[in-house]
């Protein structure tokens, strides 16, 4: 199994520049999860799919973030404009929900490491 | 909403030795999932180590295991015989039981090995 893909690995852009960020979860895995690790704020979720349908956002910082999963072998978060206090390691993580419950591990990519200037 | 504390930011253990790594959390849930995290340099984020909140036994993967303290919301981590390998971030984390499947993380905490 290749794991959950990230791309790009590494994104330098300019502030004002639209960046989108892409992600594509283990093949059966059915609930998507996007982080966000600061040196700040630490590791934090931002938002979480089940089935392709958002469940959790209230951790989308505000409008300019936006996320979609259009299918269940990708997903994009995409920040227009972005700003400096974007930069970041934005991680997509994967997991198998089980409506039956029990335990499912969340794995996770290598990460986009993001730097606004 | 449950939170998630790691009061050291760094700590240093000679190879061979053992050390312990302290978590804290704050949850009115009954039961819930703990779970020990490693970021090594390459940033990929590694499970050590997962504790159920309602099996009283601490968990234990070979030379890692957990003080599940749950009165005391505390959930420290042993590394036993440290290795050069094991010099990492390490992340204190909590997921409910049902509901939200959202892992909530402690700041993390910089493990050095020394050889």
């Known amino acids: ?117 | 909403a449950q939170t998630v504390t790691q009061s050291q930011p760094e700590m240093s253990v000679q190879e061979a030795e053992t050390v312990t790594l302290s978590c804290t959390y704050d949850t009115s849930e009954s039961d819930y999932y703990l779970f020990w995290y490693k970021q090594p340099p390459s940033r990929q984020m590694i499970l050590v180590i997962r504790q159920e909140a309602y099996k009283q036994q601490n968990a234990t993967e070979n030379r890692f295991s957990v003080n599940f303290q749950k009165a005391a919301k505390s959930f420290s981590l042993k590394i036993s015989d440290s290795q050069l390998g094991d010099a990492a971030m390490y992340f204190c984390a909590y997921r409910s039981v049902g509901g939200s499947e959202k892992l909530v993380f402690g700041k993390g905490m910089k493990l050095t090995v020394n050889p």
């Open chain 1, 1 to 117: 199994d290749a794991g959950v893909i990230q791309s790009p690995r590494h994104e330098v852009t300019e502030m004002g520049q639209e960046v989108t960020l892409r992600c594509k979860p283990i093949s059966g895995h059915n609930s998507l999860f996007w982080y966000r690790q600061t040196m700040m704020r630490g590791l934090e979720l931002l938002i979480y799919f089940n089935n392709n349908v958002p469940i959790d956002d209230s951790g989308m910082p505000e409008d300019r973030f936006s996320a979609k999963m259009p299918n269940a072998s990708f997903s994009t978060l995409k920040i227009q404009p972005s700003e400096p206090r974007d930069s970041a390691v934005y991680f997509c993580a994967s997991s198998l929900h089980l409506t039956s419950g029990g335990y499912n591990e969340q794995f996770f990519g290598p990460g986009t490491r993001l730097t606004v200037l």
